[in-house]
């Protein structure tokens, strides 16, 4: 069986970057909480959108973090997010 070299390289923890980062947006006790959007979305691996969907469905975030989840839906080009942001945008 061949590995790619990034699945050797970027790992954390036993787990993928994306995976790592995906965590840390359901846990807001985690150092890398506020910073996980962003890395998730320089990352552009459209599997986290699950994850930041979920992150963006959540009542208990703050606006600077919901920004910078919608900022990365953004970038990974998530489609169905477009309902759940046009309601935050008009509730907040």
Do not use: C
Not at 17 to 41: G, M, Q, R
Request: no cysteine; glycine share 4%; net charge negative.
């Amino acid at each position: 069986m061949i590995r790619k070299i990034y699945d050797l390289v970027f790992r954390i923890d036993s787990k993928t970057i994306t995976e790592f980062f995906a965590d840390a947006l359901k846990n807001i006790n985690s150092p890398y909480h506020y910073d996980a959007p962003l890395v998730l979305a320089a990352w552009e691996d459209a599997s986290a959108g699950f994850a930041l969907l979920g992150a963006l469905s959540r009542d208990d975030e703050d606006a600077d973090f919901l920004t910078g989840v919608v900022y990365a839906l953004g970038v990974l080009r998530v489609r169905p997010a477009a309902k759940q942001i046009e309601q935050i945008l008009t509730i907040r």
